[in-house]
């Protein structure tokens, strides 16, 4: 049975300023702060951000999800955007490793699109700066979807309903590779988490999420160290660390070759939605969510790359299971997403 | 202030006791502000964490580059200027913080 409000409260403030599930190794500003301080971080924003030269409408929102699902943005017409970012595994695959053209295995796993209207950066690597730059990087890459730009223009150019969804949604620009990359981004900003029961926590239903997660909560801002990538709402700070994953994949460091904290360094994924969306790290290497905290728990490969927020943890294992607790209340029951019909 | 040692530079880029004004740059919530300076050769730009993560200054500008490697939050470091130029400042852990330096003689 759950207690009252106030008393939940009050044990988990004391929680956190005595230090009981936090250990000694813990951040200076979390420790410093109340549960409630803590909670004002992880509100949900109230808009979608779009940029001020691709602007939301309606129509373009639209014709992206269109060619979100058109396979014919392939060279074999039988892969789309969302074979690998699929809804029905929370915009992911559900894959250790993606799968390209022919059928090849590809060197990383599929991230999901989840609230990738508010990423920084996109890739694992941040090799583009904005959507609309990483929106045709998959298509036309020979290992991905093997699409040139010019096959794809003139592919669109030869469905009549395509050319004139493209004069609604873009009446200046005709359709180029710019436009499709505009629509395609546009479609995937519009994809975001719904309320999970960790939103009704904080927004002040108490009972939303069980004493353990609520406990897990607390160990995530202090003495586990996720917050310190795994900020606010979206469980992000959009930034690259090496975490210790073994690996031989250079990351975000083959672009900076000279910056050593940059080599074996990726982006640091959301966490909404995180159970529905094994297996985890960069390459799929970790099959369960208790493996992934047993990684953290023990740092990982140390390496000079290795960021020094990454250190072991000595976490209990109900101090474990009370993060993966937490970790499962991020999870939203979104309506299904409907697919639509392709112009012929 | 972190000691010099902790700071690497590239060749043109070495940082040593003040030599001549030092002009603060902060990082605060993954921006810098201020987000543009002017300073003169031998004049030190410090660059001081008050944000709440890890930041990781740089520049990729060709012929100035300079690092600053992990850099903890309330921690600052001091980067001198012995050449005049550009540079675009960035952070390698978040892209979007980025910041022009202006060297004058």
Known sequence: MMTSAPTQRSVLTALLLLGVVTGAAHDLWAQSRSVDELKDRYRRPQTVPFPDDNSFTQDRAELGKLLFFDPRLSASSLVSCATCHNPAFSWGDGLPKALGHGMRQLNRRTPTILNVAWADALFWDGRADTLEAQALGPITSPDEMNLSSQELVERLKRVPRYVT???????????????????????????????????????????????????????????????????????????????????????????????????????????????????????????????????????????????????????????????????????????????????? | MRSAVGVICAALMVTTPAAGADVVVVQRNKTFAPSEVQVKVGDRVVFANEDEVTHNVYSPTPGLEFQIRSQQPGQSDAVSFSKPGALEVRCAIHPKMTMRVTVTR
């Open chain 1, 165 to 344: 969804l493209f004069r609604i949604a873009y009446p200046d620009e005709n359709i180029t590779p710019a436009t499709v990359a505009k629509a395609l981004a546009t479609f995937e900003r519009t994809v975001v988490s719904g309320i999970a029961p960790f939103d009704e926590w904080i927004g002040g239903s108490e009972s939303a999420i069980s004493e353990q997660a609520q406990r897990g909560f607390v160990l995530f801002n202090t003495k586990a160290n996720c917050a310190k990538c795994h900020r606010a709402w979206n469980f992000t700070d959009s930034g690259f660390h090496d975490v210790g994953v073994p690996t031989e994949d250079l990351g975000r460091g083959k672009h900076l070759p000279k910056l050593g904290g940059m080599q074996h360094a990726f982006k640091t994924p959301t966490l909404r939605n995180v159970n529905r969306r094994a297996p985890y790290m960069h390459n799929g290497s970790v099959a369960t969510l208790r493996e992934v905290i047993d990684l953290y728990d023990t740092g990982g490969v140390a390496r000079p790359s290795r960021s020094p927020d990454i250190r072991p943890l000595s976490l209990t294992s109900d101090e474990k299971e009370a993060l993966i607790a937490f970790l499962k209340t991020l999870t939203s029951v979104d309506p299904p997403v409907c697919l639509p019909e392709l112009p012929r």
